[in-house]
């Protein structure tokens, strides 16, 4: 049973466009919801989060959506650099279940061409 | 501050033998979780550690296990490897959850095990 989805395996974007990566889940329990990036040879980096008490959050190039009724986030990063070509992997959490546990979507590889 | 280690990076092991994985967290940090990566399944739950008790485990054979000391360094086992095994495994440390707080991890590089 998947919780986390990411239903886009890949993206190609231009250099100075926008991305937008997508995100579905299905427990209503999650309450947090979070984006990592993952380079090849490294561990996944935390990059932004949002609370389900809003529906957005920014921080620079990076503006996270989150769309609770139809349990849908989105990653938006503009404008996209060639340097933003990872895996991103979306992630929730339900915190009152008061464990460190996060659920992983499969990821989408986003590809920036200069 | 130092990230988290992870040791070995790179294994080869083969079928049946067993296999033991390192992580050092970040200092100060006492919650450590490990997952499993490959490809198309994006990063699956192995378990989580807290004070050298396992908090949460994920759905796998127990063949998998793990433990955590007092210095809240931890490893994990995979005894009697199966091919199915070959995956990148990554180590997460965090300072403490808590209600109405995100859960931000910080990931290791990874200890990338291919089994013949």
């Known amino acids: 049973d998947q919780q986390v989805k990411q239903n886009s395996p890949s993206l190609s974007v231009q250099e100075g466009r926008i991305s937008i990566l997508n995100c579905d889940y299905t427990?209503?329990?999650?309450?947090?919801f979070l984006w990592y990036k993952k380079y090849p040879a490294e561990g996944p980096t935390f990059l932004i989060s949002?609370?389900?008490?809003?529906d957005k959050n920014e921080d620079g190039r990076f503006t996270v959506f989150l769309n609770k009724s139809a349990k849908h986030l989105s990653l938006h990063i503009v404008p996209s650099q060639p340097g933003d070509s990872a895996v991103y992997f979306c992630?929730?959490?339900?915190?009152?279940?008061?464990?460190?546990?996060?659920?992983f979507g499969q990821g989408t590889t986003l590809q920036v061409k200069p | 501050k130092a990230g988290v280690t992870q040791t070995p990076r790179y294994l080869i092991k083969t079928r049946g033998q067993q296999v033991t994985l390192s992580c050092s967290p970040i200092s100060g940090h006492r919650s450590v979780s490990w997952y499993q990566q490959t490809p198309g399944q994006g990063l699956q739950f192995l378990f989580e550690?807290?004070?050298?008790?396992?908090?949460n485990k994920g759905n796998f054979p127990g063949r998998f296990s793990g433990r955590q000391f007092s210095n809240s360094r931890s490893e994990m086992n995979v005894s009697t490897l199966e091919l199915g095994d070959s995956a990148l495994y990554l180590c997460?440390?965090?300072?403490?959850?808590?209600?109405?707080?995100?859960?931000?991890?910080?990931f290791g590089a990874g200890s990338r095990l291919t089994v013949l």
């Open positions: 997460a440390s965090s300072w403490t959850i808590g209600v109405g707080r995100a859960n931000v991890l910080t």
């Open positions: 550690y807290f004070s050298e008790t396992q908090r």
């Open positions: 949002i609370s389900s008490i809003k």
């Open positions: 992630a929730a959490s339900a915190s009152s279940s008061n464990t460190g546990k996060l659920i």
């Open positions: 427990n209503s329990m999650f309450d947090y």
